[in-house]
């Protein structure tokens, strides 16, 4: 077994190395399809981010009457928390409003001034509400318009954020299913791609390989050379992928971060690097492998 395994990867490295011409296109094709394989993942991944920055951004705010005592407020933000629709609430008392206000115009002297001149807080207690998922927030709003909770609020932002947040919802759904549906697509081209290269490397040695079957070579040793050089294939084009890609990520990671402004990829790819070159060596090396079985089975008979 282990002079039949040692002859084989012998024999399936003179194969790769003898004929470089096509190996070197087999392996190019190998190196496109991984990039698109890859790439496909880091769209996915900064998709994802980009849609949850989106989600981030869209909130409802419940504001109170001025009469309505902190400890009530209190008492609905927790009752709120406890919604599994609810991701975060946060509290936003007169005081610590009236502060953010004069924090973002300190630089604007006639707001300043207007502020002096009212000569009492005009600001409301409110709660900032999160939700998990943009179409949560009409439950949330249901669950604050019941009975108990409608003489203490003044007012709920989610009219004025309801178009926003029902466009949102629709593009988050979108979005997913069509990241879905384009990484099948990628999938789909990248393996006819490689199996009709592969095919096209393998019957340029019908000749050679009729002749071992011929004197009597078993199916198993005439197909472990092509599987070793499909391999080959795929570990090679893993380690241009890789080195493609590094160079890529490192020169458009920082657009990407100034038009976020949080998504640092190439940060991802590092932390991440091991993981990445793994996966995609292992399915570089099951797309050679593959293809050539295929390859071998239905086109050359064997």
């Given at each position: 077994?282990?002079?039949?395994?040692?002859?084989?990867?012998?024999?399936?490295?003179?194969?790769?190395?003898?004929?470089?011409?096509?190996?070197?296109?087999?392996?190019?094709?190998?190196?496109?399809?991984?990039?698109?394989?890859?790439?496909?993942?880091?769209?996915?991944?900064?998709?994802?981010?980009?849609?949850?920055?989106?989600?981030?951004?869209?909130?409802?705010?419940?504001?109170?009457?001025?009469?309505?005592?902190?400890?009530?407020?209190?008492?609905?933000?927790?009752?709120?928390?406890?919604?599994?629709?609810?991701?975060?609430?946060?509290?936003?008392?007169?005081?610590?409003?009236?502060?953010?206000?004069?924090?973002?115009?300190?630089?604007?002297?006639?707001?300043?001034?207007?502020?002096?001149?009212?000569?009492?807080?005009?600001?409301?207690?409110?709660?900032?509400?999160?939700?998990?998922?943009?179409?949560?927030?009409?439950?949330?709003?249901?669950?604050?318009?019941?009975?108990?909770?409608?003489?203490?609020?003044?007012?709920?932002?989610?009219?004025?954020?309801?178009?926003?947040?029902?466009?949102?919802?629709?593009?988050?759904?979108?979005?997913?299913?069509?990241?879905?549906?384009?990484?099948?697509?990628?999938?789909?081209?990248?393996?006819?791609?490689?199996?009709?290269?592969?095919?096209?490397?393998?019957?340029?040695?019908?000749?050679?390989?009729?002749?071992?079957?011929?004197?009597?070579?078993?199916?198993?040793?005439?197909?472990?050379?092509?599987?070793?050089?499909?391999?080959?294939?795929?570990?090679?084009?893993?380690?241009?992928?890789?080195?493609?890609?590094?160079?890529?990520?490192?020169?458009?990671?920082?657009?990407?971060?100034?038009?976020?402004?949080?998504?640092?990829?190439?940060?991802?790819?590092?932390?991440?690097?091991?993981?990445?070159?793994?996966?995609?060596?292992?399915l570089g090396i099951f797309l050679g492998i593959f293809s050539s079985f295929l390859a071998m089975r239905r086109y050359l008979k064997i």
């Amino acid at each position: 077994m282990i002079t039949f395994i040692f002859r084989m990867l012998k024999n399936g490295w003179q194969e790769f190395w003898r004929n470089r011409l096509i190996s070197g296109i087999a392996t190019v094709i190998m190196t496109i399809a991984l990039l698109v394989i890859t790439s496909t993942y880091f769209f996915y991944y900064l998709s994802g981010q980009t849609l949850e920055i989106l989600k981030e951004k869209v909130d409802i705010a419940v504001y109170f009457k001025e009469e309505v005592p902190e400890d009530e407020i209190l008492k609905i933000k927790n009752a709120l928390e406890t919604l599994n629709e609810v991701k975060k609430v946060e509290y936003i008392s007169r005081e610590k409003a009236l502060e953010e206000f004069k924090s973002r115009h300190q630089n604007d002297e006639v707001i300043m001034a207007a502020l002096k001149e009212i000569e009492e807080n005009p600001f409301q207690a409110s709660l900032n509400i999160k939700a998990f998922h943009p179409e949560d927030y009409a439950s949330i709003v249901s669950y604050l318009q019941n009975q108990e909770f409608v003489p203490l609020i003044d007012k709920i932002t989610y009219s004025q954020n309801q178009l926003a947040i029902n466009r949102l919802s629709r593009m988050v759904n979108l979005a997913e299913k069509g990241i879905i549906l384009l990484c099948l697509f990628a999938l789909g081209v990248v393996f006819a791609v490689t199996f009709n290269t592969i095919r096209l490397a393998i019957y340029s040695k019908r000749d050679e390989i009729e002749i071992m079957r011929l004197v009597g070579a078993s199916n198993a040793f005439i197909r472990g050379p092509f599987f070793v050089a499909g391999s080959l294939y795929g570990i090679f084009g893993s380690l241009f992928a890789t080195l493609i890609i590094f160079l890529g990520i490192k020169a458009i990671s920082p657009y990407i971060y100034s038009f976020t402004g949080q998504v640092n990829l190439y940060k991802h790819f590092l932390e991440n690097f091991f993981n990445i070159f793994f996966w995609q060596t292992l399915l570089g090396i099951f797309l050679g492998i593959f293809s050539s079985f295929l390859a071998m089975r239905r086109y050359l008979k064997i």
